[in-house]
C-alpha cells in the first residue's frame, strides 16, 4: 500500500502547529492518490503525541529512543532513512522550519532523492509530484513539475494549510530504533529562548501591525495608544525590529510569530510573503496603505488606500468616544 509519511515536529513537549497543517493536507494527497496517510513522531515519551496524532492520521510510526529526545538533524536523518527505505513511501513531508530546514537537505542526499522545499502547495497528477513555491518577494506563484522518482521529499511552508480536524482513530505501530551507538558530530546542548518583553502577541485577541510606513520610531507611541484603545497589542514586521524600535517578540511572521487573533490591523505593511504567512490566519484583516498596488490587500478583508497617519488618531477618538458612550 502506498504511503505518505507527515514527520512530527515538536518541541519541549508541544507538537507544533506546521505538524497538523501538514497532516490536513497530507490527508487529501493521500486519499487523491490511494494511499496512507502516516504521521511519523519520532522521540522519548511521546506515546501521548502518537495518540494525538492517530485522530489526523491512519497509521502512527512510533519510534522511542532517549537518543531522540531533543531535535538532532544527524540522528533523525540516520532514523528516518532507515523508515523510508522499508516502507517506500511515496512522499514524505516536512516542515519548512528551522527544524526541517536543517533535516531534509541532508535526508534527500544521502537517499538520492529529489527536494521540493519551501512549498505553498503540493499535488500530483497521475504519478506527477506539482509543487507550487512564491518568487520575487511573494510577487510570483510558481508551479513547478518535480522529477518523476517514484519518492519525493517536500518542506511545507508555516501556515500554508488550514487545519481541520477528523477523528481518524488510526492505528500506533512502534518501530524499533535503527540507532545502534551514540551520533557526536552533531549534539543538542540547550534550548535558547529570546527575551520577552512581557508581550505575547500569540496570545491577543486584536493585533495592530506596524511596517515601513510608520516612517520613525518617535510615531509608534501613537499607534500602540491605538491598539490598547481596542484593546490589543502592539505588534510589527520584519523591518522594524531590524531597525531596533520594537522588540522581537513583536515581529510577526515566518521569522518571528505566527499568529490568530480575531482582528488583525496592518498599519504601512506592503506585505511581502514572510509576514503575511504569519497572520493571513486571522479572523479579519484590516490593511491600510498608500499603495494600491500593495500586496498586503490581495490578503485583506478590508483595504484602505490612505496614509495611516491620517487613520490613526481619528480612529482611536472614535473608539474613545464609542466606549465612552457605552458607559
Given at each position: 500500500m502506498l504511503e505518505i509519511f507527515v514527520l512530527t515536529e515538536h518541541r519541549q513537549g508541544q507538537i507544533r502547529d506546521i505538524t497538523f497543517e501538514m497532516l490536513t493536507k497530507?490527508?487529501?494527497?493521500?486519499?487523491?492518490?490511494?494511499?496512507?496517510?502516516?504521521?511519523?513522531?519520532?522521540?522519548?515519551?511521546?506515546?501521548?503525541?502518537?495518540?494525538?496524532?492517530?485522530?489526523?492520521?491512519?497509521?502512527?510510526?512510533?519510534?522511542?529512543?532517549?537518543?531522540?529526545?531533543n531535535f538532532n538533524s544527524e540522528v533523525y536523518k540516520k532514523v528516518l532513512s532507515d523508515l523510508i527505505n522499508k516502507h517506500k513511501p511515496l512522499l514524505i513531508m516536512i516542515g519548512h522550519t528551522s527544524f526541517g530546514v536543517d533535516l531534509a537537505p541532508s535526508l534527500a542526499a544521502a537517499l538520492k532523492l529529489p527536494l521540493a522545499s519551501d512549498c505553498i502547495n503540493i499535488e500530483f497528477e497521475g504519478a506527477t509530484l506539482l509543487i507550487t513555491r512564491q518568487m520575487y518577494g511573494g510577487k510570483v506563484n510558481?508551479?513547478?513539475?518535480?522529477?518523476?522518482?517514484?519518492?519525493?521529499?517536500?518542506?511545507?511552508?508555516?501556515?500554508?494549510?488550514?487545519v481541520q480536524k477528523l477523528s481518524m482513530n488510526g492505528e500506533i505501530i512502534e518501530k524499533s530504533s535503527s540507532l545502534t551507538e551514540e551520533i557526536t558530530s552533531k549534539r543538542f546542548i540547550k534550548y535558547v529562548s529570546p527575551p520577552l518583553s512581557g508581550v505575547d502577541i500569540t496570545a491577543a485577541d486584536?493585533?495592530?501591525?506596524?511596517?515601513?510606513?510608520?516612517?520613525?520610531?518617535?510615531?509608534?507611541?501613537?499607534?500602540?495608544e491605538l491598539a490598547r484603545s481596542l484593546g490589543g497589542v502592539l505588534a510589527c514586521s520584519r523591518p522594524i525590529v531590524d531597525k531596533g524600535w520594537l522588540p522581537n517578540d513583536r515581529q510577526v511572521g515566518t521569522?518571528?510569530?505566527?499568529?490568530?487573533?480575531?482582528?488583525?490591523?496592518?498599519?504601512?505593511?506592503?506585505?511581502a510573503f514572510q509576514h503575511v504567512l504569519g497572520m493571513k490566519s486571522s479572523d479579519l484583516i484590516i490593511a491600510v496603505n498608500k499603495d494600491p498596488n500593495a500586496p498586503v490587500f490581495n490578503f485583506s478583508d478590508y483595504g484602505v488606500v490612505e496614509d495611516l497617519f491620517k487613520l490613526v488618531s481619528p480612529l482611536k477618538n472614535k473608539i474613545c468616544e464609542l466606549k465612552g458612550h457605552k458607559i
Amino acid at each position: 500500500m502506498l504511503e505518505i509519511f507527515v514527520l512530527t515536529e515538536h518541541r519541549q513537549g508541544q507538537i507544533r502547529d506546521i505538524t497538523f497543517e501538514m497532516l490536513t493536507k497530507g490527508r487529501d494527497l493521500a486519499e487523491k492518490a490511494g494511499a496512507d496517510l502516516t504521521a511519523v513522531v519520532l522521540g522519548k515519551d511521546v506515546r501521548e503525541h502518537a495518540k494525538t496524532l492517530s485522530e489526523y492520521a491512519k497509521k502512527v510510526l512510533l519510534v522511542e529512543d532517549k537518543r531522540l529526545e531533543n531535535f538532532n538533524s544527524e540522528v533523525y536523518k540516520k532514523v528516518l532513512s532507515d523508515l523510508i527505505n522499508k516502507h517506500k513511501p511515496l512522499l514524505i513531508m516536512i516542515g519548512h522550519t528551522s527544524f526541517g530546514v536543517d533535516l531534509a537537505p541532508s535526508l534527500a542526499a544521502a537517499l538520492k532523492l529529489p527536494l521540493a522545499s519551501d512549498c505553498i502547495n503540493i499535488e500530483f497528477e497521475g504519478a506527477t509530484l506539482l509543487i507550487t513555491r512564491q518568487m520575487y518577494g511573494g510577487k510570483v506563484n510558481v508551479k513547478a513539475t518535480v522529477r518523476k522518482v517514484g519518492c519525493y521529499i517536500v518542506t511545507v511552508r508555516q501556515a500554508a494549510f488550514s487545519v481541520q480536524k477528523l477523528s481518524m482513530n488510526g492505528e500506533i505501530i512502534e518501530k524499533s530504533s535503527s540507532l545502534t551507538e551514540e551520533i557526536t558530530s552533531k549534539r543538542f546542548i540547550k534550548y535558547v529562548s529570546p527575551p520577552l518583553s512581557g508581550v505575547d502577541i500569540t496570545a491577543a485577541d486584536v493585533l495592530v501591525g506596524v511596517g515601513r510606513g510608520i516612517k520613525d520610531e518617535s510615531n509608534i507611541p501613537a499607534v500602540e495608544e491605538l491598539a490598547r484603545s481596542l484593546g490589543g497589542v502592539l505588534a510589527c514586521s520584519r523591518p522594524i525590529v531590524d531597525k531596533g524600535w520594537l522588540p522581537n517578540d513583536r515581529q510577526v511572521g515566518t521569522s518571528g510569530k505566527i499568529v490568530k487573533p480575531k482582528l488583525y490591523i496592518a498599519l504601512g505593511i506592503s506585505g511581502a510573503f514572510q509576514h503575511v504567512l504569519g497572520m493571513k490566519s486571522s479572523d479579519l484583516i484590516i490593511a491600510v496603505n498608500k499603495d494600491p498596488n500593495a500586496p498586503v490587500f490581495n490578503f485583506s478583508d478590508y483595504g484602505v488606500v490612505e496614509d495611516l497617519f491620517k487613520l490613526v488618531s481619528p480612529l482611536k477618538n472614535k473608539i474613545c468616544e464609542l466606549k465612552g458612550h457605552k458607559i
